[in-house]
C-alpha cells in the first residue's frame, strides 16, 4: 500500500515536467507567446533592407493569436500557428492592410522564423503595393 501511495504522490511531479520544458523553452507556458511572433515577423518582413527596399515609411504589426506549437511531420520542424494583421504605409502615401494566417517554425533557442513561404508572400505583395 505505501508503495502505491509514492507513485501517486510522484504523478504530480511527472505530470507538470511538460509545462516546465516550455517555461524553460520560451518563457511561457502556453507556447511562443504574441511577443516572439511580433519579433519574428519584425525581423523576417520588416527588416532594414526590406523597408529601404519597399518604401516603407510605417509599418504595424498586431498579433492577434498564437496557437500552441506541434511538431511538423515532413520537416520535423516545431511551428506555431499564427493570425496577425499587417498595416504598412509607402513613402507614395498608400496603405497597404492585410491578415495573414500563416506559421512561425522554431529554430535555435528561443527564436523563431516567419515560414519561409509566407515570407515570400508578405514581400511579393508588398512589392507590388509598392509600386502601385
Given at each position: 500500500m505505501r508503495r502505491y501511495l509514492f507513485f501517486l504522490l510522484l504523478v504530480?511531479?511527472?505530470?507538470g515536467c511538460d509545462q516546465a520544458v516550455y517555461l524553460w523553452q520560451?518563457?511561457?507556458l502556453t507556447g511562443p507567446g504574441k511577443k516572439n511572433a511580433r519579433a519574428a515577423f519584425e525581423r523576417d518582413i520588416f527588416s532594414a533592407e526590406a523597408k529601404?527596399?519597399?518604401?516603407?515609411v510605417q509599418d504595424e504589426i498586431t498579433v492577434n493569436e498564437v496557437e500552441m506549437p506541434t511538431?511538423?511531420?515532413w520537416?520535423?520542424?516545431e511551428e506555431a500557428g499564427v493570425h496577425v494583421t499587417v498595416v504598412v504605409r509607402f513613402q507614395n502615401g498608400r496603405i497597404f492592410?492585410?491578415?495573414?494566417?500563416?506559421?512561425?517554425?522554431?529554430?535555435?533557442?528561443?527564436q523563431w522564423r516567419v515560414n519561409?513561404?509566407?515570407?515570400?508572400?508578405?514581400?511579393?505583395?508588398?512589392?507590388?503595393a509598392s509600386r502601385a
Amino acid at each position: 500500500m505505501r508503495r502505491y501511495l509514492f507513485f501517486l504522490l510522484l504523478v504530480p511531479l511527472f505530470a507538470g515536467c511538460d509545462q516546465a520544458v516550455y517555461l524553460w523553452q520560451y518563457g511561457s507556458l502556453t507556447g511562443p507567446g504574441k511577443k516572439n511572433a511580433r519579433a519574428a515577423f519584425e525581423r523576417d518582413i520588416f527588416s532594414a533592407e526590406a523597408k529601404k527596399k519597399y518604401r516603407i515609411v510605417q509599418d504595424e504589426i498586431t498579433v492577434n493569436e498564437v496557437e500552441m506549437p506541434t511538431i511538423n511531420p515532413w520537416t520535423n520542424q516545431e511551428e506555431a500557428g499564427v493570425h496577425v494583421t499587417v498595416v504598412v504605409r509607402f513613402q507614395n502615401g498608400r496603405i497597404f492592410q492585410q491578415s495573414y494566417d500563416g506559421a512561425i517554425v522554431h529554430v535555435q533557442g528561443r527564436q523563431w522564423r516567419v515560414n519561409p513561404p509566407l515570407t515570400k508572400a508578405i514581400h511579393a505583395q508588398l512589392e507590388a503595393a509598392s509600386r502601385a
